[in-house]
């Protein structure tokens, strides 16, 4: 049944594939992608592009957690908790774009807390 929790991994998923270019879990058969979401992520965002931080990583194993109480409560906390992680470009001369916004640590931007 679709809810809040199946938002938030089909957000991740999509937020992954503009990312990386590809897909967080890529198999042929669907018990081969149901082994692989229950095992976690085999590759992540980091060792795709150096140009991302190792805290993004966590960010989406989170989103992506096979377990849906493991994820992300709302969306805005996983559009917060990857902004952050992005803002931590281990390469600030590689900085990554998210949308036009240019994410270096000199062009920080400040996003509206939620109540």
């Known amino acids: ?45 980091s060792k795709l592009r150096n140009d991302i931080s190792p805290s993004v990583d966590n960010v989406f194993e989170k989103a992506l957690s096979y377990n849906a109480a493991d994820r992300y409560p709302k969306a805005r906390d996983f559009g917060d908790a990857l902004f952050n992680a992005l803002n931590l470009s281990p390469n600030p001369e590689k900085a990554v774009e998210v949308e036009g ?10 996003l509206p807390s939620s109540s």
């Open 1 to 45: 049944m679709p809810n809040y929790a199946s938002d938030i991994y089909s957000l991740g998923v999509v937020a992954f594939q503009m990312l990386t270019g590809r897909m967080p879990f890529d198999f042929a058969s669907a018990d081969q992608l149901l082994k692989a979401q229950k095992e976690g992520m085999s590759i992540v965002p």
């Open 101 to 110: 916004i240019g994410l270096k640590e000199d062009k920080k931007i400040s």
